[in-house]
């Protein structure tokens, strides 16, 4: 294992963040020689980011964290595109406005892991809609894509993945990676960036930034990439049963958020610990070496420690109260995840199935009915048999709740409204 000598290196490799690095000599030695600036590129596909994201936005933190200046791309410009890399088919393209919603809920995260200021070493937001909307086709094909060789552009693997599936890639979103190099071409001159950082599936397109930089004048410009993270059973990151695990508040509850994590495989925990917490490595080592019944345990901390950097200590610490009430007391917790039911329809009575349905523990009443037959749903923990049922205001308790379970995690308090 190469030792590196500047911190933000060192860190990355202790942690497990390194994937590729363009240059590992040339970028070391001038992390330890002065203040580098360096950006991660976030498309505004959704109202928020999910877990998936956060190995990228760690990667930030600890680059502010090491002493350097961190930037936060959005892509205001390169969202009108959309990143075909390794992509069957391409995005749904999104109108201006919906792109700059989308960028307003996804900045709310940033400032829980990044310090944004006038500083020097203050992180900054930026979006490159600041230069990409107003490029002028022709001198932007003039000036820039004559430095792009469409017989190398076809060789990357995000491209030529595509091709081979005999899927179609628009002209479009092959302008994509030009846009992204351009970007980095930019960001070096406007701001002094030296480094572009990302997953792994980036590789390509950060390296035709280099490229186009070194023939455009811009000092020498690195690549660092981290690895494509799944679970050890092959799940994507960021993705759970019920769907993705978003970032913002308003699309994933703090407790939603520290129950993926709680539920995080044995194998994971370590490797976990150290991508996604703050904590001292002397703790993850500590921590990794537990196995048993304190494995749980562990990862009790590892998702109050994820989830206090995102939503807060309190916010997290009240997840884990809620969970421990929930699982080890059998007590209803007031902050469950809840949905409200008119109380005319309650007392009408409404159909167990689309109630589940509604609950968001089933995407159908087809899935709903299996969970029912498989014995796994229980309301006010009393498992229930019949998929006829009609849950009605009977079954409100006197916390003036209903207590709708799938399995032994998944929780959702029916509130009469």
Known sequence: MKKFKSDFLHTMQERGFIHQISDESGLDDLLTKETVTAYIGFDPTAPSLHAGSLIQIMMLHWFQ??????????????????????????????????????????????????RYGEGAKDALMINNADWLRSINYLEFLRDVGRYFSVNRMLSFDSVKTRLEREHSLSFLEFNYMIL???????????????LQMGGSDQWGNIVNGIDLGHRMGTPQLYALTSPLLTTSSGAKMGKS????VWLNADMLSAYDFWQYWRNTEDADVPRFLKLYTTLPMSEVGRLSTLAGSEINEVKKILATEITAILHGRAAAEEAAETARKTFEEGAIADNLPSIEVPTGELEAGVGLLSLIVRAGLAASNGEARRHIQGGAVRINDKQVADERMAVGAGEVTTDGVIKLSLGKKKHILVRPA
Not at 94 to 113: D, P
Not at 241 to 244: C, L, N, P
Request: charge should be positive; aromatic fraction near 8%.
């Open 180 to 194: 992204q190099a351009y970007d980095f071409v930019e960001l070096a001159k406007r701001y002094g960036c030296r």
């Open 241 to 244: 049963a019920t769907g993705a």
């Open 65 to 114: 964290a090491t002493g350097h200046r961190a930037i936060s791309l959005m892509g205001g410009g390169t969202g009108m595109v959309g990143d075909p890399s390794f992509k069957d088919e391409a995005r749904q393209l999104m109108t201006i406005e919906t792109i700059e919603n989308n960028i307003a809920s996804i900045k709310k995260v940033f400032s829980n892991y990044l």
